[in-house]
């Protein structure tokens, strides 16, 4: 699901209208319009002020986890800083080309089977 259309979800889950939340936002109703017709999202610097009238967090907004209460989305997904040694060498792994991408997860795998 994009953002807009979480956008629209919540409002409608809110009970709002377009134009109540375009009041709200300060955002144009035919900007609004547009995220539903042309399927765009809006800038970076609306986030916040969308949150803050949908009452939900940006991760809610722009991952989908937890709107209805529970998580909407899996998590299949890590977040690694890079300057650990976990995020240097995933860095390392995606410099390599795929056949030695192959061959690395292959020694991954034989040295898991080994323990």
């Excluded at 956008?7 to 377009?18: A, N, P, S, V, Y």
């Excluded at 907004?61 to 690694?80: F, N, W």
């Excluded at 995020?87 to 991408?101: D, H």
């Amino acid at each position: 699901m994009s953002i807009s259309e979480r956008i629209f979800e919540l409002i409608q889950k809110r009970g709002m209208t377009q134009k109540e939340f375009s009041k709200r936002t300060g955002i144009a109703q035919s900007t609004i319009s547009d995220w539903k017709r042309k399927h765009t999202n809006p800038i970076s610097e609306k986030i916040l002020i969308i949150c803050e009238t949908l009452d939900v967090t940006p991760e809610e907004l722009l991952s989908g986890a937890d709107i209805s209460g529970t998580r909407s989305m899996k998590e299949d997904y890590l977040v690694i800083e890079k300057d650990t040694e976990l995020g240097q060498m995933v860095e390392q792994y995606k410099a390599l080309n795929y056949e030695s991408r192959k061959r690395l997860l292959g020694y991954l795998e034989a040295l898991g089977d080994l323990q």
